[in-house]
Structure formats: C-alpha cells, structure tokens
C-alpha cells in the first residue's frame, strides 16, 4: 500500500475579543490537506458552535412560496416536458428521449459540453431533501449510465463523462424542478484532470491505486467512514472542497462503463440516505459530481467516485458561500468537522431499508 498521510497545519490568531469582554482570545485555526491533490480546507472551532454565521437556517415558508410560484410555468410539469424539451438525433437516441419511469433524460438546450443531458427526476415539482427515495434515483442514474454508454458507443472519442447535479437556486439550480445533468466530452474538465493527472502520479509512486489505498486507510481508521454498500465506500471527506462534503468511491470500478445494476442502486440508495440526513441537519440545497476514468481504455489508477456537498440554504436574500476565498484562493471553510459528521451519517444506513 502506498503512503497515504492525513496532514494538518495549526494557527493561532490573538486579538481582543468584544464577545469576551475584550479579553484577549486566541483562536486555533487547523488546516488541512488533500492527501491526493494538497487542496486546503480551513476549520476554526469557534465556528462550530456558530455555524448560522455562515450557514443561516433553511426559510421552509419561503421554499414553499418559491416552490408554488415557480411550478406555474414549470416546462417539466404535467407532462409538459413532452412538447418543451427537445430530443437527441436517431442515430444516437432512436426514441429521441430516454424514459425509465417518472424520469426522462433530453438533450439541454444549451449544452455546455458535445454531450449534455438533462434528466427529470420525477414528476414532482419540488421535493425536500428526505423525499428522493431510492427507486427514483435509481431510475434517474439507470437512464444516465445508459445514456453514456451510447453516447461512447456511437463516438469513442468521447470518454470522459460526470453525472452531476444542482438543486434549488442557491446550488446553482436555474429551475426548482428535481433533475441531473451529464456530461460528456472528448478532454476531462479542471478538477476532473486533476484528479486523474494526481491519481497516476500517486500509481507511478508506488504501483497502488490511491482510491483503494484512500479506503482501506480510512476503513481502518475509522474516523470519517460511514457505510460500504457492495462496492461504493462512503465516508467524509478529511479536506472538503465544500460543505459537508461526503465522498462515495467504487473501488472496483474505474468507469461508467463497468457499472452494474447493483452499483446503480448502491449511488441510489447511497444518495437517497445523505440526503435525508442533509434533511435532518436543516439543510435543503446541493450540488454533486460524480467522476469516471476515461471509458474505454485501462486506467488502473483511478475508481468512479463522487462529491456530495450542501450549499446555501434556501432564504430569502440568501448569502453566497462561494467568494474569494473558495473561488479564487481555491480553498474551503469546514463548518463541521467530518469525524462529526460521519459520527451523525452512519445511522442512516442503519435505517429505513438500508
């Protein structure tokens, strides 16, 4: 096994504190770095107590208000998708639409990639975080593996390919509706070249896979692993790049390609219990991308993984968490220690037919 090193750096900033009197406090500041890319995540304690400064409380009056206003002019409502959304050529999607369910995968209007699906997850308008059973992203997730594959089989040129998701305004979402998006494209993007061009370098170091390294390491630990279910490990990630950031890793999977029905359901199940427990923090936005290897080629350095995060709760005039500091110092506030939160998730995968 390779040498996989949990690193952390440690500050203290001194000045007199108002909040004390204005005595003099001295706050510990703990850094911390990816073991694979070196990417930094800060913590300070005096936060964790505090964690509406930066993360205010869902508004549940105002979701509701939005959801209700915007379910209106919805174009995926009521069956409206099936006049509003355009289709794929035949030569790649004969029936034009992929259909499994209550979801339906089309082409987005404005693709920022030569492949770019959007897939509509269910029929409801607005969902909150502990209503995404299993079965329906099963059916979601089912339409898009598929819809790589094809999209690999009919140019091979196209090998590098995430399945992603933004819900709600404040991760990014343009509509309310539930839905995915894939993409697919013949060069990977930043952070996905990033951690292929890290993941082979670490393998020419020391002929392992980091990604299996990474799980057995944490398993033994034991700190931030939270379940493993066939062969997804999912855990908390030791330097998040967001919050509450928990990771999944397919140890025996190092493309979309390889996916079976089970791993399928796994990334379903999986998802489906984060998001209730997202739910049960008071949380109701997130974001998240899942990585493949290149398809159709060898890449023994690398394993399927994905970033789950949160972002801004749903408010009225929310605040953005994503400024200078995340955006272009490129690094990330923890406002949970992940030892916690893996701690708090482990018991939703105990429950409710996990």
């Known amino acids: 096994m390779g040498q996989i090193a949990f690193l952390q750096r440690h500050q203290q900033a001194p000045f007199h504190n108002p909040l004390k009197g204005g005595d003099l406090d001295t706050q510990n500041i703990q850094v911390r770095l990816d073991p694979l890319t070196g990417h930094q995540s800060i913590f300070n304690g005096a936060l964790e107590d505090k964690v509406s400064i930066l993360f205010p409380e869902t508004d549940r009056s105002y979701v509701a208000q939005r959801a209700e206003e915007t379910q209106k002019n919805c174009f995926l409502c009521e069956g409206r998708w099936r006049e509003t959304t355009p289709r794929y050529p035949v030569n790649l999607l004969p029936e034009g639409r992929l259909v499994r369910g209550e979801t339906v995968l089309f082409p987005n209007l404005f693709p920022l990639a030569a492949y770019h699906a959007v897939v509509m997850v ?203 500091f995340q955006k272009l110092l490129r690094n990330e506030i923890i406002v949970r220690r992940p030892e916690a939160l893996a701690e708090q998730f482990r018991s939703y995968f105990k429950q409710g037919g996990f």
């Open 122 to 324: 269910g029929n409801r308008h607005y969902r909150d975080l502990d209503d995404f059973p299993p079965a329906l992203l099963y059916d979601a997730i089912s339409a898009s593996v598929d819809f790589i594959a094809r999209c690999h089989a009919s140019n091979p040129e196209m090998a590098y390919f995430t399945l992603n998701a933004n819900y709600l305004p404040p991760a990014g979402a343009s509509v309310v509706h539930p839905h995915l998006q894939v993409l697919g494209s013949p060069h990977p993007g930043t952070h996905h070249q990033l951690l292929l061009d890290a993941s082979r370098h670490y393998h020419a170091q020391h002929g392992t896979c980091y990604w299996q390294d990474l799980m057995e390491k944490e398993w033994n630990e034991g700190a931030r692993n939270i379940a493993i279910m066939g062969n997804s490990h999912w855990l908390t990630a030791f330097s998040p790049l967001g919050v509450n950031e928990v990771n999944a890793v397919w140890t025996e999977r190092e493309n979309f390609l390889q996916w079976t029905e089970d791993d399928i359901r796994d990334m379903a199940e999986g998802l489906s219990g984060i998001l209730r427990a997202y739910q049960d923090l008071g949380c109701s936005t997130f974001n998240f991308s899942c990585f493949s290897g290149p398809l159709g080629t060898s890449t023994p350095e690398f394993r399927c993984m994905l970033r789950l995060i949160n972002r801004q709760n749903m408010m009225p005039h929310h605040r953005t968490d994503d400024y200078y």
